[in-house]
């Protein structure tokens, strides 16, 4: 049952800020502001089918213009005023995040933030020349998103034949320097759910977690399809069969993967269960496009605009009610209301948004 609207969420013990107005920032169903995830930009190097498909995000298609984009001063702006509202954690996402140019430069004004983890999403193919300078800018963590281990599978999933060596290259690059790093893989059943067991062995006694994603209605262009989701229970059974599986206890509420750890000390796999198990009672993300505005939900049809505030010369006490107010008044739960009906509902596109 949720909590009366406005009140902290049981769960959440650890309630530290205060809000502009006093009591802890939570939403409508008690979730409090945790994560910020901050796309950089719209644009990216691969078209993977479930996200940019080419019919659409072709040759004409009207990407941000350079001056629609945020800065990166303005960009920590706003991390800053959610910093001081409970943010905790800073996610760099896209779009590809590796394509902004002086990516590093932006780490290094969001690490002056006390008390934030800095993560980003990638796809993995400019890590090479990248992971040094931006672990040197204050990067913690990365999750690099690779879908299969076979070429051919992953190159028609990218939709712009990049080989698979490429990422690996990209994956090892980050681990040299310290880089804690995560495999992302979207599930698509008929697609690449038989290389799967490949990919889990491939990173099995390796420090790196792969965390398998069901197939998400996201946006209304990946021609997405219920039958083509692989709940990610039977996934864990094909796993298990192979290797012995366990349960592992999340490690903080909000956490977004049910972890699994192999019953003979090699490692962990995570699944991200938005289909067949949605979370959204635990969600804590609040999303920044790369043209300033911000969504309370992945699925979500709107969002609010906070450049053209900034630009036209609002403080940082407006701003931080802008983004107080949308956050109280956040009652998404997309996930849980998730029918055959739901992924035709117009909803922006994850390229835009951010995974
Ligand atoms: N380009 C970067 C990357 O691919 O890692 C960051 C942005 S991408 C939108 C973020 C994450 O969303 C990736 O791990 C991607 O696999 C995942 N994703 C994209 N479309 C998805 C879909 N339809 N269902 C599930 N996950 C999806
Ligand atoms: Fe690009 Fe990432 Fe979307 Fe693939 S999932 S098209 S790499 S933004
Ligand atoms: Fe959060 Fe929306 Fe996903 Fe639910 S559907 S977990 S509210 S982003």
Redesign the pocket.
């Known amino acids: 049952m949720s909590p009366a609207a406005g009140t902290p969420h049981p769960e959440w013990d650890d309630l530290d800020n205060g809000g502009a107005g006093g009591g802890a920032l939570v939403d409508t169903l008690g979730r409090p502001m945790r994560d910020l995830r901050i ?1 950089v930009t719209d644009r ?1 190097n ?1 078209r ?1 089918r ?3 498909p080419k019919e659409i995000f072709g040759p004409d298609f009207a990407f941000l213009t350079r001056s629609a984009v945020l800065s990166f001063e303005e960009i920590a702006r706003l991390a800053r005023l959610s910093a001081a509202l409970g943010v905790r954690k800073f996610r760099l ?5 590796t394509l902004r140019a002086q990516l590093p430069a932006l780490v290094q004004l969001l690490r002056e933030i006390s008390d934030v983890e800095i993560a ?5 193919t400019m890590l090479k020349p990248l992971a040094a300078p931006l672990r040197e800018a204050g990067l913690d963590r990365v ?3 690779l ?1 299969s281990l076979d070429d051919a599978v992953f190159r028609s999933m990218n939709d712009m034949d990049f080989p698979v060596a490429l990422v690996l290259e990209g994956i090892e690059a980050a681990a040299a320097v310290g880089l804690p790093v995560k495999i ?3 599930v698509r059943r008929g697609v690449n759910d038989h290389t799967l067991i490949d990919l889990a062995g491939r990173f099995r006694g390796t420090p790196h977690t792969v965390r398998f ?7 209304t262009t ?1 021609g ?1 399809r219920l039958d083509e989701v692989l709940p990610a229970s039977d996934l864990v059974r094909m796993i298990n069969e192979r290797w012995p599986l366990e349960a592992v206890e999340a490690q903080y509420t909000g956490e977004v993967a049910r972890r699994y750890r192999y019953r003979d000390g090699a490692g962990e796999i995570g699944m ?1 269960t ?1 289909v067949t198990q949605p979370f959204c009672g635990t969600c804590t993300r609040i999303r920044l496009s790369a043209e300033g505005k911000i969504y309370t939900c992945l699925f979500a049809a709107d969002g609010v605009d906070l450049r053209e505030a900034m630009r036209a010369g609002a403080t940082d006490d407006v701003l931080t009610s802008l983004i107080e107010g949308t956050w109280r008044a956040r009652e998404d739960r997309y996930s849980e209301l998730r029918s055959q009906s739901t992924p035709d509902l117009r909803k922006v596109e ?2 835009y ?3």
């Open positions: 796309s990216c691969f993977c479930y996200c940019m996402t896209g779009g590809e995040p980003m999403t990638t796809n993995g999750t690099v998103s879908d992302n893989a979207v994603i069901e197939f998400m209605d996201v946006g990946n997405w991200i938005s994850m390229s948004i951010g995974g």
